[in-house]
């Protein structure tokens, strides 16, 4: 772990397009012991052969900025193109900040992560998650990739997680939806029915006089 864990806006800022009041003060331990377990947990569903079930997992914010297809896409494209993504992840920074009223009372934290490839460098990942106040479960609401500058040297190119926007669906169904998972997501919704139409029911001109 570690060492003393710095609170700020910047976090929440980014993610949600809005200004919070959050207090600078040190998380409580609690709230750092649980996400880090469960940030680990997602990477590897990630990069160890299960990112479709990740994608499942994450929050509704996640899942409508990258679309199933896409995400599951981009990681084996990945995968393929660079060996070493899915080695172990050593944690190597911590933020911490939580909305205040009049904002949804929610705890944000965001954890770093380095892998060292074969080639040289190392791949970063940063996840966001988030908790409103008293639910117990953590909720990814943002993934960021990148390599170091040596990894760039040794052509450990990652290609940009192809995210749709950043904002806008926020602000049309509330915050609590950003870190709430869709329920269902595993299975596509069914398509209502559709009218046919049958050209027997048609109604028949009367014959002219």
Same mark, same amino acid.
């Not at 997602?42 to 409508?64: C, H, K, M, N």
């Not at 009372?105 to 940063?126: H, S």
């Given at each position: 772990?570690?060492?003393?864990?710095?609170?700020?806006?910047?976090?929440?800022?980014?993610?949600?397009?809005?200004?919070?009041?959050?207090?600078?003060?040190?998380?409580?331990?609690?709230?750092?012991?649980?996400?880090?377990?469960?940030?680990?947990?997602? !990477?590897?569903?990630?990069?160890?052969?299960?990112?479709?079930?990740?994608?499942?997992?994450?929050?509704? #914010?996640?899942?409508?900025? !990258?679309?199933?297809?896409?995400?599951?896409?981009?990681? @084996?494209?990945?995968?393929?193109?660079?060996?070493?993504?899915?080695?172990?992840?050593?944690?190597?920074?911590?933020? /911490?900040?939580?909305?205040?009223? =009049?904002?949804?009372?929610? @705890?944000?934290?965001?954890?770093?992560?380095?892998?060292?490839? =074969?080639?040289?460098?190392?791949?970063?990942?940063?996840? #966001?998650?988030?908790? =409103?106040?008293? @639910?117990?479960?953590? /909720?990814?609401?943002? /993934?960021?990739?990148?390599?170091?500058?040596?990894?760039?040297?040794?052509?450990?190119?990652?290609?940009? !997680?192809? /995210?749709?926007?950043?904002?806008?669906?926020?602000?049309?169904?509330?915050?609590?939806? !950003?870190?709430?998972?869709?329920?269902?997501?595993?299975?596509?919704?069914? @398509?209502?029915?559709?009218?046919?139409?049958?050209?027997?029911?048609?109604?028949?001109?009367?014959?002219?006089?």
């Amino acid at each position: 772990m570690m060492g003393r864990i710095r609170g700020g806006a910047l976090v929440v800022a980014a993610l949600t397009g809005v200004a919070s009041s959050v207090t600078g003060q040190s998380p409580p331990a609690s709230a750092i012991d649980s996400a880090e377990p469960f940030i680990t947990r997602w !990477i590897e569903l990630v990069w160890r052969g299960s990112s479709d079930q990740a994608w499942v997992e994450a929050s509704t #914010w996640f899942q409508a900025r !990258i679309g199933r297809f896409e995400w599951n896409r981009w990681v @084996e494209t990945q995968r393929v193109r660079q060996r070493g993504l899915g080695g172990p992840p050593r944690l190597i920074g911590t933020n /911490y900040v939580r909305d205040e009223p =009049p904002l949804q009372p929610v @705890e944000w934290v965001d954890m770093t992560f380095a892998v060292d490839l =074969p080639a040289g460098g190392r791949f970063l990942q940063r996840v #966001w998650v988030a908790r =409103p106040e008293g @639910e117990t479960d953590w /909720y990814v609401a943002n /993934y960021g990739v990148s390599v170091d500058p040596q990894a760039m040297v040794a052509n450990a190119a990652i290609d940009p !997680i192809p /995210y749709l926007g950043f904002g806008a669906w926020h602000h049309r169904h509330g915050f609590i939806g !950003i870190v709430r998972p869709r329920p269902g997501a595993s299975r596509p919704a069914p @398509e209502p029915p559709r009218a046919v139409a049958n050209p027997a029911t048609f109604r028949k001109r009367p014959p002219l006089q």
